[in-house]
């Protein structure tokens, strides 16, 4: 269980970069950087998970009888989530005016623009 | 360097990342085996020391409040960010889409498409109040509910047009209230400082656990940085929204 657990965040760091190395648009890189970076997410959960846990809400609890799982792990993702669309928001921007000056969105192509 | 070179190169990167990774995750504890005593800690004192029950919240905006004040001003400098990056350009004009052809006014949605946005936005709206006024007791908070109180300008331009939403959206207000939300953390942080406490301090009556008004400054501190992202979302979306109806080249 800890292999597929762990072994999920490793691969959805690693395809995300390999995601960004080969993206040959902009928008698609931007969206890779974002799979990469949601492995982080899944990685704080996943350290914060406890089996059989409740989330740590202590709202009619004898539905949910057991152990609350990490709140400060949520904490922290959400925390990622934010700066994440920080990162994302200004990315696109600067994809916007990319285009319009270069008039591509190919990264490659982009380097032989000069301006 | 070239496609392939650069592939080469990742192929080997990735390998030791991989390696790397795969090491580093196999010494965690194993998965769902324990939490963090600090965390275990946490979940046992948050309902009596602040009377809330949602402790995510109380950590965001109690235990490690300073975290979360830090978290608020990424946002906000990525707003401004934002707002710089996506200005009209020196050898660039705003101009209505409708300027362009007076003679032809601009089709008006569907009346499904204007009810269901009419009934979308509100509830969307009524959603985003609830989970930000929330935040201390379920899941849910500031962050999470603006953005829910943002996406409710989306659906108003989905059903209506580009000068309809312009009037839900005035850039001044926006920008005001971007500014309050995020210097109205820093003021509920100094109110403790003024009745001789340390910085964010939990200074407010706690009122009962699982009632609405509950928690001391949670529910305030949710309540700014609501605002806060509600109105960073919203210039977000007229910015994005401005660089493809109304910023257009100067015609020379």
């Known amino acids: 269980m800890s292999a597929l657990a762990y072994g999920v965040v490793a691969w959805l760091f690693l395809v995300g970069i390999y995601g960004v190395v080969s993206s040959r648009n902009l928008i698609h890189l931007v969206v890779c950087l974002s799979v990469a970076q949601s492995a982080t997410d899944i990685l704080l959960l996943e350290i914060g998970y406890r089996s059989g846990g409740h989330a740590p809400v202590f709202v009619s609890l004898p539905a949910h009888a057991g152990p609350a799982v990490d709140a400060v792990m949520q904490a922290l993702a959400l925390t990622d989530v934010v700066v994440g669309a920080a990162v994302t928001g200004l990315l696109l921007a600067l994809a916007v005016q990319v285009h319009k000056r270069a008039g591509t969105l190919d990264p490659d192509t982009l380097r032989a623009t000069k301006d | ?252």
């Open chain 2, 1 to 252: 360097m070239s496609r392939r070179a650069r592939l080469a190169f990742f192929t080997v990167a990735a390998a030791a990342l991989a390696v790397t990774l795969g090491v580093g995750l196999g010494g965690l504890p194993s998965f769902g085996s324990q939490i963090s005593a600090y965390a275990r800690m946490l979940n046992g004192l948050a309902q009596s020391q602040r009377h809330v029950t949602d402790v995510v919240s109380a950590i965001s905006f109690d235990y490690r409040g300073i975290d979360t004040l830090f978290e608020e001003f990424i946002l906000l400098s990525a707003v401004a960010g934002i707002s710089v990056l996506l200005r009209p350009l020196s050898d660039e004009t705003r101009e209505l889409p409708a300027d362009k052809a007076p003679d032809r006014s601009i089709p008006p949605p569907s009346p499904a498409v204007w009810l269901l946005a009419v009934f979308l936005s509100s509830l969307l709206v009524l959603i985003g109040i609830e989970t930000v006024t929330h935040g201390q007791l379920t899941p849910g908070g500031g962050f999470q509910g603006g953005v829910i109180l943002a996406s409710a300008i989306y659906v108003v331009y989905l059903g209506t047009n580009y000068v309809t939403v312009e009037r839900f959206q005035p850039a001044p207000l926006l920008e005001a209230s971007d500014g309050v939300g995020a210097s109205g953390y820093v003021f509920i942080g100094l109110l403790g400082l003024l009745v001789g406490a340390s910085f964010l301090s939990n200074v407010v009556g706690l009122g009962v656990a699982g009632n609405l008004i509950s928690g001391g400054t949670i529910p305030l501190l949710n309540l700014v940085v609501g605002v806060e992202v509600a109105a960073g979302f919203a210039i977000l979306a007229s910015e994005f929204l401005d660089q493809t109806a109304v910023i257009r080249t100067r015609r020379r």
